[in-house]
């Protein structure tokens, strides 16, 4: 069982930059996709960014040359720096972890953690 713990987010105005950070407590030694995502009131979830064992990375096309995704030393944490926020970047950021075991894939989510982005 792994469990995710997200800090950072918060409130900021516009062109401002923001950092998140989570942490997972747990075995995750074998290959995994870290990611954040993030919801908006009336929307669905979304990709934000990805970052695999290897370091092989994946933004959106919204956050592309604004965000940065790290992974920890460790591999068991993982950083997203938002630079030049917006507005519509507004929202619920959640931290996930992909872990691939043998035939066995498992997803498991942090708490969430809101950004608000003023005008």
């Known amino acids: 069982q792994v469990q995710l713990v997200e800090s950072g987010g918060g409130l900021v105005q516009s062109g401002g930059s923001l950092r998140l950070s989570c942490t997972a407590s747990g075995s995750v030694n074998s290959y995994s996709i870290f990611g954040w995502y993030r919801q908006a009131p009336g929307n669905q979830r979304e990709l934000v960014a990805t970052v695999t064992s290897e370091g092989n990375l994946n933004y959106a096309a919204s956050v592309k040359g604004r965000f940065a995704i790290s992974r920890g030393h460790g591999k068991n944490t993982v950083q997203l720096q938002m630079d030049s926020l917006k507005p519509e970047d507004t929202a619920v950021y959640y931290c996930?972890?992909?872990?691939?075991?043998?035939?066995?894939?498992?997803?498991?989510w942090g708490q969430g953690n809101q950004v608000t982005v003023s005008s």
């Open positions: 996930k972890i992909r872990l691939y075991c043998g035939s066995s894939v498992d997803d498991y």
